[in-house]
């Protein structure tokens, strides 16, 4: 059974730095990986979706990286912003099965004016 | 833009009553899927399907059912609302083949049972 994680649970930076928010999976047969941001109270919003036979995609300020030998994914966001507070989640796409989404537990991501 | 529309963002229902959370997607996926979100135990999946009328149980399906009568639009239904079905509910809808498309959720529908 996959399993997706996430640490840390919960980051607090200073506006300007980078965000590096790692992801890690235990199957590696997935299809894509997902990643999302969900601000309190609301849906969530797709940010970056990186497929199977690709090492990267990039989006503006966002960057997120997949190895699937070993199992990771990191999303890194640069010169944070305070807008850029928020929970993120990674989510494992596998194709058994209906395509069925593993969702990490999330990071909950704080920048500070 | 492509969009999966929940009906209500907020819905506050009684104990035993009956519930409708309608979903609605215009991306003509084959796929959708409905979630519940609760803090500490993130998302869990109730029911998905593949298509008009079909459905599969996911991993919480006890006290729900759905509907799909067309392509588009995905019903979850609380038979009879109790407390513990107080959460946030997400639905989300995908393509069934296509790998350059991922999900797409809805803006959730926040359900309190009183």
């Known amino acids: 059974k996959q399993e997706v994680t996430q640490i840390p649970a919960a980051l607090s930076v200073p506006e300007g730095e980078n965000l590096v928010l790692n992801c890690s999976f235990t199957d590696s047969a997935i299809y894509n990986l997902q990643w999302f941001r969900q601000d309190p109270g609301k849906g969530l919003t797709s940010l970056l979706l990186i497929q199977s036979s690709q090492r990267e995609q990039t989006s503006g300020r966002l960057n997120a990286s997949l190895d699937k030998s070993s199992g990771r994914s990191t999303l890194y966001i640069a010169a944070s912003q305070p807008g850029d507070s928020a929970t993120y989640l990674c989510?494992?796409?596998?194709?058994?099965?209906?395509?069925?989404?593993?969702f990490g537990g999330g990071t909950r991501v704080l920048v500070k004016p | 833009d492509v969009k999966v529309t929940q009906s209500s963002r907020y819905l506050v229902k009684r104990t035993g009553e009956k519930v409708f959370l309608e979903c609605v997607q215009d991306m003509d996926h084959e796929n959708m899927f409905w979630y519940r979100q609760d803090p500490g135990l993130g998302l869990r999946l109730i029911y998905f399907s593949y298509d008009v009328k079909m459905k599969e149980k996911g991993d919480i399906p006890e006290g729900y059912s759905v509907s799909r009568e067309k392509k588009e639009r995905f019903s979850l239904i609380l038979e009879s609302a109790s407390t513990n079905q107080t959460s946030m509910y997400l639905c989300?809808?995908?393509?069934?083949?296509?790998?350059?498309?991922?999900?797409?959720f809805g803006s959730g529908t926040r359900l309190t049972v009183v």
């Open positions: 989510a494992s796409i596998r194709w058994a099965a209906g395509n069925k989404l593993t």
């Open positions: 989300a809808s995908t393509r069934l083949r296509d790998r350059g498309w991922g999900y797409t």
